[in-house]
């Protein structure tokens, strides 16, 4: 039994890029009012479309927050079909005359993850009680169709829409690997009631915030990206700090920066950058 | 008995944002003297009123303070009804003319909040003892009639004046996580044994020291923010040392960056920038 | 037996650079097209050849990779056949009008390394039943020997080609010198085994992702720099995270920045810098 | 004799802020020679009385130290009756014209402090032997009365006029709060031991080294400042050195940036700054 | 026997200063040819006597290398009689043309240092059997005897010269003090023990490799700094690799930024920077 593989099978879907921004108000407030406006439009052209979004099921989609304190003025969040897509886009706002006027402070990248402990520990088990020996052909073959076959039921949450809500909290975050507490070394029958209990907090808070989580091993800094979508931020508290209790959260989590962000529409980025919404160039 | 949820209960009240400001001397030193003033006059105008406080109880409050060292040389203090408010405070002051002359150091995002954990320990021991189990629809309804019963009774305390002592010193602080000492692990009567005992020394130097604490957790990068004000700054260092040697603070506390500072009425702000208090532009 | 060198045999190839660089799109923007035409053409003549390779085997080589989010926007990586030759190359790069717009952010200096585990244990328990005494001359002739046979054929892997694939994932990484895990207090035969075992899992994923390591020892501030090459970026994070379990991962790495970029073929700049591919200047 | 309260006793003195700066030598030589005396003359006439002291015992005292390396070229001490009167000198010293040429590195606020962990093991058990209980009324008029003592005693330690040597190493310091090594749960007589036996190190090099402590629990990121005044400086190493090897640095020292400086004298200002020693302007 | 003294006596000599610097390029690329040969031969008038060495030994020695990746593009490496020449000499280096060119990025400051701890070991043993206690004027006179021979006879190796060989490998480093595992806790026979095995691997390498090993106690943010000299830098890592699993490296090591560079003639600096050898101004 000891020899069952300890990786959790995971499925993937959107790719994801967070980036923050400080504007750079000094120079934007020298700017004339017409060209401000001018500036605007350019930038509504493109982020416009992307906020309703594109793609068979429209979750080709970016969103655009106002951040509190130091950290950034503004945070886009992008949902794509690939890495390369993200590139793409980010060159492409470079090149918008936005951009003068945006220092990027930070960015998170990441893909769209649903950890399948339940599944794991059945296929594996299952597998190993048919005599089927870990990653030969036969293995892999079973493990690609269990992954398949909920990368299809997942669809929707594996491409999510960009939640409504008010506001926003993103935090990247790890799983320790400390000297006597290292996640790592786990038992996954261990690991796999943790995550339970962990997702059971999630579940009792689901109506006042609703969660993203995206896996960055391999793309950024730390192990996760956790998007929290919610009206009331207070709500954002009262989760983390509940979770925080959870044994899996106490001993194993390490958490990164946190951002606040106010979602702004991109029909009101002009009157958040003080043009009037009235008049429009053109 | 061990089945009682760990999770101490909070109340929450203002949202406050910290911002610390290096103020470009250099530049502000090239302006005349005339338009000086009218930079002044214009942060004036938005701030006085603030400084008095707006809303039912005057609480929608905020406050200036000259920093001491190279963290910064202005923090505003800034008590609001929420995180909204609070953003779109930061960008009317990021549209005012005087911003030219400050650059964002720093911030702290947070809100008022107040640990229950005697009411917690009582109540959770009540439900079960009327055999109502945790997070049930009767549980969830009974603990939102305390929290708000409280929310009331400590109205004053959630949404603050602020103190109008000479000093302000500012820092954020965490509970450990470590390996063998870790703050979520500890069960919940030993944590508010800790707790009363923490809360003892600072009632002993209340004479001298004000408090106001807020949570920062899902906000910002430590899990609580620490106002102190006192019009000796020696008391800071005396109340902290003090505290530095209760258990909870020896074993568990993790400090941050501290800040200190002068208050600045604003009508002071002409002096401090340099003007003579007597002519004044329009 | 426990006299036995604890030194694994390690033999070198080419030297490496990584060089992170930001794009200064605001001043790039503000170029005439033909200047940035000239800009192009000028940075081209210097890294068209070289991404084709030069030396005997065409191993001197460079790649550029657009990177994703805010750690750079270029990254270049050089091989060559020393550490002098990658310093002339900083300097000329450094005097093509290209290095106006661009703001090195980071880099990463290292040499490619094989490690030779297997081979180290039986040299070194042959010659300790020879009787030859470990850094006697005879020793040190005998170990020149191996290494210089491993050296010879290994070659290709220790000058190699850059691999043609679309992404690119790079990251630094040490081994644990913690209290009670440290690696380079491990009995060598266990090192062996736990090297063996994380090889296993770098063969199981070979189809899908390249790898190329480099030791810095001595060079950077990490011991080791990790380059990963695939068509599918999601198999990073799949090789990375199931290497995560590995004993020798899950206790004694620690991780640097990770990097993420996308292919860009010298033939590609100017479209990625905006310019349309027609046109040519001369 | 377990509830004798656990913190030493502390008088305080002098206000202290460390200015670490960098001078922008690249602007200072584009100025010419006249407006650059200009700029030192005005410097001087600020800095001069400071340098000579001023208040009762001319211990509201500045002093400038050029720094080696890249931390800073400038390092001005000042030592006053207040945080206020260090906030109004921040403030004086901005406006002045050489500010345009000095750039704020870092920066550390304290004050002066000494510790009397003899005094206070004494008179607490005598307190408690008269069964007087702890932050009674009484007990608190008690330990008012042998702290003001102590500072009549000591005031000349308290406000101390700066020492004339050639070099200055200044740091910051904490005690460790460790898991298994937390000196704030050390019992008072084994901290007043291992205080003790540090001190005689300190007293074996009085004659080559000179010390200010200063406290900054509450006031900055350390716990204390640490300032050392000799004309050789490798005593500074000898005497860190050794004092590494107490018990109570070995275990629970853990030590900030160090800054090392050599005296420059105000009227030196213009020489160093590159201005011949004759001339003057007015 | 407890009772000797814990401080290995060391000796010092010439005092030390790595100054990194970035070349902005940029600016450079911009001055006329005339100009630069103007600012190139500036430099060169105060460098090129430097590298030759000044002083009774020729040993107040400056040289310059170039180094690689993006913390730094130049390294100079001073040594001095004592930290008053040195800051006199970054003054001097400041006040000339081509420091409009260079932004310093790092510094490191300490003297070179000579351990002795097999002298210690002996003469405190010695002056133990003799009755004399230590610190007493009498172990004070022998323990300079000790020294002042040791320092004469360590001359050469206190005040070296900069080895000719093309690669510098620079770092600093510090002894652990860990809550198992604190070097400063370990007894004298055992940290000797540990430094002579220590001291074989690096005999072992000396052809290859030269050392010159300087103390930063008190003076920089490292306790020591080590520069490495070699033709081949494969030997650097080595080495490096090969003490790292040395106990005392192993256990007890920490180690800062790495830092290397190729060797630069005063005579290059003109070909370094884009100048042809040929022509000269004045």
Request: with cysteine; aromatic share 10%.
């Amino acid at each position: 039994m000891s020899s069952l593989p300890p990786v959790p099978l995971t499925i993937e879907g959107a790719s994801c890029l967070h980036q923050m921004f400080r504007f750079r108000w000094r120079h934007w407030l020298k700017l004339d009012c017409f060209h401000q406006r001018q500036v605007v439009a350019e930038a509504t052209k493109l982020l416009g479309p992307l906020e309703a979004g594109t793609g068979a099921a429209n979750t080709k989609q970016s969103a655009v927050y106002s951040l509190l304190g130091h950290k950034g003025d503004l945070l886009l969040v992008h949902f794509r079909d690939s890495l390369e897509e993200l590139n793409q886009l980010e060159v492409e706002l470079a090149r918008l005359e936005i951009s003068e006027f945006l220092e990027v402070q930070s960015s998170y990248l990441s893909v769209v993850e649903l950890g399948l402990y339940d599944s794991t520990v059945k296929t594996y088990q299952s597998l190993s009680d048919q005599g089927i020996a870990p990653y030969s052909a036969e293995w892999n073959q079973a493990i690609a169709e269990v992954t398949e076959r909920q990368r299809t039921a997942m669809a929707a949450r594996l491409y999510p829409v960009i939640p409504n809500n008010k506001y926003i909290c993103f935090y990247p975050m790890d799983r320790k690997r400390a000297e006597t507490q290292n996640w790592y070394t786990v038992p996954m029958a261990e690991r796999q009631r943790l995550m339970h209990e962990h997702g059971l907090v999630g579940r009792r808070h689901a109506d006042q915030v609703k969660q993203i989580i995206s896996g960055s091993i391999g793309f950024d800094d730390w192990e996760w990206g956790v998007d929290l979508f919610s009206d009331d931020p207070v709500a954002f508290k009262r989760l983390i700090y509940e979770m925080r209790f959870d044994e899996v959260s106490a001993v194993y989590a390490a958490f990164g920066t946190f951002y606040v962000g106010v979602r702004v529409r991109v029909s009101e980025l002009p009157q958040l950058l003080g043009l009037s919404a009235t008049a429009n160039p053109g």
